[in-house]
């Protein structure tokens, strides 16, 4: 059964610094999707980030990056110039490729990223 | 346009009543879910449903009863509510091509 590891429950990062938050995961099979998600203090989900396994590059959107391993089985994100909006619940996800109608995600436990200014 | 909705967003009520949470979504996609989280923010999925057939029912107390009238709406009824049952629910949804989901806002649940 797949798992999704997130080591950090807890991080704090200087405004306008960078910090990355790490996530491994275990799986079996080789087509799959990862996700990190934000969970600001108004509690929605966002979706931050996604990286498709058969990509060997690394996903970007604005300051944040991801750093995938796919041998170590690793997905960490890195949050550049860090901004005190960045303060939220970070969730890392794992979903199989070619899930037909059984799309469940698994989920790590989060990292709660405190931003100080 | 909000992409998936949920009503209400808080709602307080005394042990063992009945309520019932409604989730919307206009994105087309195929598929929802229920997740519950609780005070450690834990995520656990409860519910799924593809296109109004069930697909992941969890190991969650039978009080819960989802219910999906199309594929756009998957509601959520809650029987005989005890103390454990406060958490945040959410709704979302997603289609087949990325597993992407989209979350609705949650609905803050406390049974007092």
């Known amino acids: 059964a797949q798992t999704v590891t997130q080591s950090q429950p807890e991080m704090s990062v200087q405004e306008a610094e960078t910090v990355t938050l790490s996530c491994t995961y275990d799986?079996?099979?080789?087509?799959?999707?990862l996700f990190w998600y934000k969970q600001p203090p108004s509690r929605q989900m966002i979706l931050v980030i996604r990286q498709e396994a058969y990509k060997q590059q690394n996903a970007t959107e604005n300051r944040f990056s991801v750093n995938f391993q796919k041998a170590a089985k690793s997905f960490s994100l890195k949050i550049s110039d860090s901004q005190l909006g960045d303060a939220a619940m970070y969730f890392c996800?794992?979903?199989?490729?070619?899930?037909?109608?059984?799309?469940?995600?698994?989920w790590g436990l989060g990292t709660s990223l405190a931003v100080n200014p | 346009d909000t992409a998936v909705s949920q009503t209400p967003k808080y709602l307080v009520t005394q042990m063992g009543n009945d309520k019932s949470i409604k989730c919307e979504q206009n994105?087309?996609?195929?598929?929802m879910y229920w997740y519950k989280q609780d005070s450690k923010k834990f995520l656990k999925i409860m519910f799924s449903?593809?296109?109004?057939?069930?697909?992941i029912n969890e190991t969650v107390p039978n009080r819960f009863s989802p219910k999906s009238p199309d594929k756009a709406h998957l509601n959520l009824h809650i029987n005989s509510l005890e103390l454990g049952d406060s958490a945040v629910y959410f709704c979302?949804?997603?289609?087949?091509?990325?597993?992407?989901?989209?979350f609705g806002p949650g609905t803050r649940l406390t049974v007092l």
């Open positions: 979302a949804s997603s289609q087949e091509i990325n597993n992407e989901q989209f």
């Open positions: 996800a794992y979903g199989r490729g070619n899930a037909g109608n059984n799309r469940k995600l698994i």
């Open positions: 449903y593809n296109n109004k057939e069930l697909i």
């Open positions: 799986t079996s099979e080789s087509d799959y999707y």
């Open positions: 994105l087309g996609h195929d598929t």
